[in-house]
Nanobody
């Protein structure tokens, strides 16, 4: 069974870059037709898709966040990473990594709280 675990700082100052890593076990991030996503949930709001990196290394981003977002991967460590630049308090949220594939189970990490505050 695929397991995902987010890691990174829980507190980021405004204007800095938020960086989170998702470590995957029980499956490879290069497995065909899987995509590896970052999703967040601000307090009191619904889930927001940030972007993903698919099995071949191509990355796709939410139009509203594209200018500030970068998703990359380290296949040797079976990890993928989110970088969100120029953060503001509105970027405070629980951040999740997840994997999706048509016809297969979805897998989610437990989520990590990130607070943007000086």
């Amino acid at each position: 069974q695929v397991q995902l675990q987010e890691s990174g700082p829980g507190l980021v100052k405004p204007s800095q870059t938020l960086s989170l890593t998702c470590t995957v076990s029980g499956g490879s991030i290069t497995t065909s037709y899987y995509d590896w996503s970052w999703i967040r949930q601000p307090p009191g709001k619904g889930l927001e898709w940030i972007g993903n990196i698919i099995y071949n290394g191509n990355a796709y981003y939410s139009p509203s966040l594209k200018s500030r977002t970068s998703i990359s991967r380290d296949t040797s460590k079976n990890q993928f990473t989110l970088q969100l630049s120029s953060v503001t308090p509105e970027d405070t949220a629980v951040y999740y990594c997840a994997s999706f594939s048509a016809g297969a189970d979805d897998y989610w990490g437990q989520g990590t709280q990130v607070v943007v505050s000086s």
